[in-house]
């Protein structure tokens, strides 16, 4: 039989704080969090430390657990992703100044500064004249969301920039570099005019750095604000 004053060992599964993993810590702090059933939950950059992966299944067991329980939870964070991932309403700060309270749809689709517009998600910003409810840019017609007039800075999503064909209407630009992103491919051009767009499209076309190509815009309705 072993000595009673014998060390006994620390059972495999028992963990010091110090050896959890970054996503372990934080689900033992949320834990400790909701065990006293707070009304209001304050979640400050919560996944900032953590692998991209983690990250992510860590941001969607949020959410999860957010809609179960019902808790108003203000969740901060300067990764625009996570914002729109995890919000039903977003407010925009910009030097301690809110600029925009809405839905992540409403946040993406229709900002309402020009800080917001380059802030939430990627945008392109090109040149353009407006003409009440239209704007020209590289010879197009495109929808506005807002009526303007006059010479105006064109806020481009690139899911709605497209490589054209000769025929249409459009602008001839050298490519930049080309990123594979798993299901799509994001490619930065640079126009004749020096403009930077982003391209985004299927990954199965693989332009190389240094090949002409022609982009178009998509018919949809765009942001604008006063060039300055």
């Known amino acids: 039989r072993a000595p009673a ?11 010091f704080p110090h050896q959890l993993s ?16 707070p009304r209001v939950l304050l979640l400050d950059e919560p996944l900032s430390a953590l692998d991209a992966k983690v990250r992510v299944q860590l941001r969607d067991e949020i959410r999860r657990l957010q809609l179960r329980l019902g808790i108003t939870t203000v969740f901060v964070t300067h990764d625009q992703e996570e914002a729109l991932a995890v919000s039903d309403r977003i407010a925009v700060m910009n030097a301690g100044r809110i ?33 009440g409810d239209h704007v020209v840019v590289w010879g197009q017609r495109l929808p506005l969301q807002t009526p ?8 481009l999503r690139p899911e709605n920039v497209h490589f054209a064909s000769e025929a ?16 799509m491919r994001r490619t930065l051009v640079r126009t004749e005019s020096g403009e930077l767009v982003r391209v985004q499209h299927a990954p199965g076309v693989h332009p190389a750095f240094g090949d002409r190509v022609r982009i178009a815009v998509d018919p949809e309705p765009v942001v604008v604000h006063p060039r300055g």
């Not at 970054?22 to 059933?37: D, F, I, K, N, W």
């Not at 303007?148 to 800075?153: L, N």
């Not at 249409?168 to 299901?183: H, I, K, N, Q, R």
């Open 22 to 37: 970054g996503g372990q810590q934080q689900r033992v702090a949320l834990a400790r969090a909701l065990v006293t059933e």
């Open 168 to 183: 249409d209407a459009a602008t001839d630009a050298l490519v930049e570099e080309s990123t594979f992103l798993g299901s």
């Open 99 to 131: 600029e925009q309270i809405g839905t992540p749809e409403e946040l993406y689709t229709a900002p309402s500064t020009a800080g917001v517009a380059a802030f939430v998600g990627l945008s392109s910003v090109v040149s353009g004249v407006a003409e």
């Open 5 to 15: 004053t014998a060390t006994r060992r620390r059972s495999p599964c028992c963990r």
């Open 148 to 155: 303007a007039d006059g010479p105006v800075d064109v806020y």
